[in-house]
């Protein structure tokens, strides 16, 4: 699929619902506040050093939390208020996002299998 641009797919995924949840929440229009710009400087330095690289699962389902506490609630805050509107306003990053869920689970599952030798 595009795991080969996954981290950069994050990247602006996460840049997208922090624009829409800025945007209301502080009344910015077109620059982040600086609450905000940290927070998406904060996540794409994360996402650069993510273990997984491209390879990497869906926040939700990652094993490993790599935010610091106060950034992980400001994330969360974030992603609560942006993921039903990307439905709206970005469906195709909703599509997009929902289908390599999915092609990760089933290429974990497959990898962790194993073999059966029938004769």
């Known amino acids: 699929m595009f795991s080969s641009n996954r981290i950069e797919f994050e990247k602006s995924t996460v840049t997208k619902m922090v624009g829409f949840y800025c945007k209301k929440l502080h009344h910015s229009e077109g620059v982040l506040c600086p609450e905000c710009a940290a927070l998406l400087e904060y ?3 994360r996402l650069d050093k993510c273990v997984y690289q491209n390879d990497k699962p869906t926040c ?5 939390h790599c935010y610091k506490p106060d950034k992980r609630q400001q994330i969360r805050a974030v992603m609560r208020y942006s993921q039903p509107r990307m439905l709206l306003r ?8 929902a289908i390599e869920g999915l092609f990760n689970k089933f290429n974990k599952k497959k990898a962790s299998g194993k073999r059966h030798i029938y004769k």
Do not use: A, F, M, N
């Open 90 to 97: 970005r469906p195709d990053l909703v599509i997009l996002h």
């Open 60 to 64: 939700s389902k990652c094993t490993i």
């Open 43 to 45: 996540s794409h330095k």
